[in-house]
């Protein structure tokens, strides 16, 4: 298991590079399922979820091949045939994300084997609003032995309405519906870019969307799809995590390769509690703290509000602004992992139920903490960039199921962190903390 040392109180300043989007190259590399071509995706971070990704879609039967290199990195997928349409437990309860290859199987094999979720860290993840869906679709589904087994033909195009926003469901349906017969309308859709990313992906390969990124799907199902080259867009979540790290420690950071226009709630925040933020063109947006920082509530709303998995790392700046901050967590029920950590290492923060009550600034002192889940190992990232001393990270595999390489990208801005190698962690271990 590796760890961080992280030495904090140095500004980070200078330039920073954003990765693809983790949770749009997710349901992307999904989408090759729907078709026997090949489908290339450019931009595809190099992160610990898309590891088992490629290894989920090769136990199948695909061809999964990762071409490396400085001038065009690229991952090749095909599903010629896919001999083993099953999702294994082993796999399913490292990454919940991979109930996305339910939908797509179904449309393209008539029949899936997807091991059950199961809870995580940051409570629930229920796949009812996906099952839903797929029976409305014409799925026969049964669960057993921890399995749930859907079954079609062909699946038919329906109306379906989410009884609540779900963005890995609205991308398991619309993959379901592009290869099933007739028109599929789909509302109160997830509108997050993934979606849309998604969407962009399926159009290219020559399925028919509209309104894709708006809560209002409709698709016309076709006999086939074929092959395509996609680029995945910029990951806004850890732009947005930089953008922090660059206010937190009053640094003067530009985070390039980014896409402002998915960062709006986390700009308004940012400009709210005093750093200064300015976008250079389309793609990079330069963050400057120069005075002491300011509270400022927030509430994790679906897109296009504040993003559930930003609100760990604002939790974190929350601890350094002069005043009282509200944070409001909508979104999943257990997210406030982090906030124990946060407390030992000298923040003021209670928590009621949804709502937690950050008062700053607290001045935070170096300690021996440990990761529970992604987002909140990014938060305490931030923390120890700016507390006294050298802070010890542990389990920061969280973080590398979605962060690339942070600490050499961090390093390169000037934050005294380093990656110590330690025991792997067990298989056993892992499935209790992701
Ligand atoms: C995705 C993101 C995750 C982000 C989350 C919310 C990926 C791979 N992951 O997760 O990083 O934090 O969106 O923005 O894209 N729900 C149900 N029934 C369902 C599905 C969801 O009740 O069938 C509930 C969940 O418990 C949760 C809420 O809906 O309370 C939102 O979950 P959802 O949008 O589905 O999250 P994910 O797609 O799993």
Do not use: W
Not at 28 to 52: F, G, K, W
Not at 311 to 319: E, G, K, S, V
Request: charged share 25%; aromatic share 2%.
């Amino acid at each position: 298991m590796d760890k961080f040392l992280i030495s904090g109180g140095a500004p980070l300043v200078g330039t920073i590079h954003v990765s693809g989007a983790k949770n749009s190259a997710l349901p992307c590399m999904a989408a090759a399922i729907l078709t026997e071509d090949e489908i290339v995706l450019e931009n595809i971070p190099h992160v610990r979820d898309i590891e088992t990704e490629r290894k989920l879609l090769a136990s199948m039967g695909a061809e999964v091949e990762l071409v490396d290199g400085p001038a065009n990195p690229h991952t090749r997928i095909r599903c010629a045939t896919l001999s083993d349409p099953v999702a294994k437990y082993e796999i399913v309860k490292t990454m919940r994300a991979s109930s996305l290859v339910l939908g797509p199987l179904v449309a393209r094999t008539g029949m899936a084997r997807v091991a059950m979720p199961g809870g995580c860290a940051i409570g629930g993840r229920p796949i009812d609003l996906h099952i839903k869906g797929l029976e409305k679709m014409g799925a026969t589904i049964i669960q057993e032995h921890g399995y749930l087994e859907a079954r079609a033909e062909r699946l038919k195009g329906a109306h379906l309405v989410f009884d609540k926003i779900t963005v890995t469901g609205t991308e398991d349906l619309l993959m379901a519906a592009v290869l099933a017969e007739g028109e599929t309308l789909m509302e109160n859709c997830a509108r997050e870019p993934e979606v849309t990313d998604l969407a962009a992906l399926l159009t290219a390969m020559g399925a028919r969307i509209e309104g894709a990124g708006t809560s209002t799907i409709v698709v016309r199902g076709v006999e086939r799809l074929h092959g395509a080259n996609y680029r995945i867009n910029p990951d806004r979540i850890e732009a947005g995590t930089f953008l922090i790290a660059g206010a937190i420690t009053h640094g003067d950071l530009t985070v390039e390769g980014c896409n402002p226009a998915h960062l709006g709630a986390v700009l308004d925040k940012l400009r709210e509690v005093g750093a200064r933020v300015d976008l250079l063109g389309t793609e990079a947006v330069r963050v400057r703290a120069i005075g002491p920082l300011q509270a400022a509530d927030i509430s994790t709303e679906e897109y296009p509000g504040f993003p559930t998995d930003m609100q760990a790392q604002y939790m974190a700046l929350a601890t350094q602004s002069e005043g009282v901050s509200l944070v409001h967590e909508n979104i999943f029920e257990n997210r406030f992992m982090h906030v124990q950590e946060l407390i030992r290492m000298g923040a003021h923060i209670k928590v009621d139920g949804r709502i937690a009550t950050v008062r700053g600034p607290a001045p935070l002192s170096a300690a021996a903490v440990m990761c529970s889940d992604l987002r909140a190992s990014a938060s305490l990232v931030l923390a120890a960039l700016v507390a006294d001393g050298r802070s010890v990270l542990d389990r920061v595999y969280h973080m590398d199921r979605g962060y690339e390489r942070i600490e050499q990208k961090l390093h390169g801005v000037g934050a005294r962190i380093e990656r110590v190698a330690n025991a792997p962690v067990s298989q056993e271990e892992e499935a209790l903390t992701t």
